[in-house]
């Protein structure tokens, strides 16, 4: 039985049903129909009979339109590139013209899909195929050669292991009742991804940074690698005292540039992994009274951080910041 046959003994049921009840709104009910379908079909059985209860066969919508045909689309470009002042109404024109009818609606769609939509595109083709064939180069052509030549690309920040290169940065947790304003320190290795911090209390100061950075030192030559270089922002805690421990340990300090954060953007979103992941849960959860449970709380994130949190980077590649730093280390006998 087909669909339409299923339709039509469907109707034919919910009249008979009507009959035996007595009462259209009760069959209705039974069926899922409502009245006004009752009483439209009802009009359709009076003047056709049970034949007039079938469905209607409604046209269908038209489908997609046939695709512009390749013979069709390579004359389309070669008139516009003979042609590069002529429009989408003058290539449809001048196509009619040869016997070929295309719209220039079609003809517009198809110009755009080569890069060819406009004007500017089409005169800019003709100048760089001048440019390389005859010689012919103005100076307009350059410079828009010389910007649609491709750059070499490159990173800001690139180390190729652990300790070459650390990112370090301070940010601001918040004032706490009891506690006060509390900051963090922190340090991102650039090769591995691997996370250090330290919370303190009061402003960014140059003795808290350098004894942060007796810390990272310690913490990497325990892992078995060399701190060479650090980069920072321009801040004063980044300076005298910090530079003094970097001279004593002969470390490379380099600065980013004014308003450039960008260029330490690994430490920054680090930084705003932390808080995301880690505070703004732990404040929803706990009341902190000392700077020590701060501490301790910060310092049980970076672990699940470097050692069990799964990590998708191109540096990490699948593996945890702590399987790079101490990987080496664990492999010794």
């Not at 939509?117 to 089409?122: A, F, I, P, Q, Y």
């Not at 308003?259 to 505070?279: C, D, K, M, P, S």
Request: glycine share 8%; proline share 5%; aromatic share 8%.
């Amino acid at each position: 039985m087909t669909l339409e046959d299923r339709v039509h003994a469907l109707r034919l049921r919910l009249f008979r049903r009507a009959v035996e009840l007595g009462n259209v709104s009760a069959a209705c009910r039974e069926a899922g129909v409502s009245r006004s379908a009752y009483y439209q079909l009802r009009q359709r059985f009076l003047r056709y009979g049970a034949e007039g209860l079938h469905p209607k066969h409604r046209k269908g919508r038209p489908g997609r339109p046939p695709e512009l045909e390749a013979v069709v689309e390579r004359r389309i470009l070669a008139e516009a590139l003979a042609q590069p002042a002529w429009g989408p109404l003058r290539i449809s024109d001048q196509l009619g013209m040869r016997g070929i009818r295309v719209a220039p609606s079609t003809v517009y769609r198809a110009l755009r899909r080569h890069r060819l939509g406009t004007r500017k595109e089409r005169f800019g083709i003709l100048e760089r195929h001048s440019a390389s064939r005859a010689g012919l180069l103005t100076e307009r052509t350059r410079k828009a050669l010389a910007k649609a030549r491709p750059t070499p690309s490159r990173r800001h920040v690139e180390a190729k292991e652990p300790g070459e290169l650390v990112c370090f940065d301070c940010f601001y947790i918040g004032k706490l009742k009891g506690v006060g304003k509390v900051w963090q320190i922190t340090a991102c290795d650039a090769a591995s991804s691997y996370g250090l911090a330290m919370v303190f209390l009061g402003d960014p100061r140059a003795a808290v940074a350098a004894e942060f950075l007796d810390r990272v030192v310690a913490h990497f030559d325990e892992a078995g690698w060399r701190l060479k270089r650090v980069l920072t922002d321009r801040g004063s805690e980044f300076k005298g005292a910090f530079d003094r421990a970097c001279d004593g340990l002969r470390i490379q300090h380099t600065r980013t540039k004014p308003r450039h954060a960008f260029t330490n953007g690994f430490v920054e979103r680090l930084q705003g992994t932390i808080l995301h992941e880690h505070w703004r849960i732990e404040f929803r959860r706990r009341y902190f009274t000392q700077i020590r449970q701060l501490d301790r709380s910060l310092q049980s994130y970076l672990r699940l951080y470097n050692h069990d949190r799964p990590h998708r980077g191109y540096r990490t590649r699948g593996r945890t910041p702590a399987q790079i730093v101490w990987g080496a280390r664990d492999a010794k006998p």
